[in-house]
């Protein structure tokens, strides 16, 4: 049983440029949540997809925006990219309605933005 | 959120049991006590919750306080395996709410 995946592991990018990060959730999640990990801190919640809409989102701009797909992948689009993008992005996938339920992460894709 | 306090870094030796604390004293009365650890190179990795009651499995102890304002996660055997940074994350009881990390405590394992 595959865990979350996510691709590619590794981008580097310029300032302005655009990127989109993917994730595959965990067989049988339903809801995918992306976090964004500055080099030594913790993940800091950007957005949550549930039934291919934004159900919750996190204090970052408009320049972060996802998509969530039928088959409940997900993709994390960044515009504009900025130094301070540079970072891991993490997928995390659960089942929405269970509460309290674990959340899965993926190893992360680590961006630098040049 | 409530916000959780935790120790920068601690240290152990290998095969010694290991208590990593967390204060939480502004816990609200529906909010579980969830620990994440995050090993090098890896996304973060559940390891326990709890509401009241002490709770075990197979990675690790999970103690709570009479008072629910701190918990203390137990290892009972570290290994090198185990040095990761732990986040203690409070977690209220319904839906499927994000998880708001602090920057946890980086734990060292010595062989």
């Known amino acids: 049983d595959a865990g979350v995946t996510q691709s590619p592991t590794h981008l580097i990018k310029t300032r302005g440029q655009q990127v989109t990060l993917r994730c595959s959730p965990k067989s049988g999640h339903d809801t995918v949540s992306w976090y964004q990990q500055a080099l030594g801190q913790g993940p800091q919640f950007i957005f949550q997809y549930y039934e291919e809409e934004e159900r919750q989102r996190g204090n970052f701009p408009d320049r972060f925006s996802g998509h969530q797909f039928p088959n409940y992948s997900s993709e994390l689009n960044v515009n504009a990219l900025l130094l301070g993008d540079s970072a891991l992005y993490l997928c995390?996938?659960?089942?929405?309605?269970?509460?309290?339920?674990?959340?899965?992460f993926g190893d992360g894709t680590r961006l630098s933005i040049l | 959120d409530a916000k959780t306090t935790q120790p920068n870094s601690m240290e152990s030796n290998e095969e010694e049991p290991v208590h990593l604390p967390c204060n939480h004293s502004t816990i609200s009365g529906t909010d579980y006590i969830h620990w994440y650890r995050q090993l090098p190179s890896q996304g973060p990795e559940y390891v326990i919750h709890g509401l009241t009651s002490n709770v075990n499995n197979r990675m690790a102890s999970l103690a709570i306080a009479e008072d629910r304002k701190s918990s203390t996660l137990i290892l009972h055997r570290a290994t090198l395996r185990d040095a990761a940074v732990y986040y203690c994350?409070?977690?209220?009881?319904?839906?499927?709410?994000?998880?708001?990390f602090g920057k946890g405590t980086r734990l060292s394992v010595i062989a």
């Open positions: 994350i409070l977690r209220v009881s319904s839906g499927n709410t994000p998880l708001v």
């Open positions: 995390a996938s659960s089942l929405l309605d269970v509460g309290n339920q674990p959340q899965h």
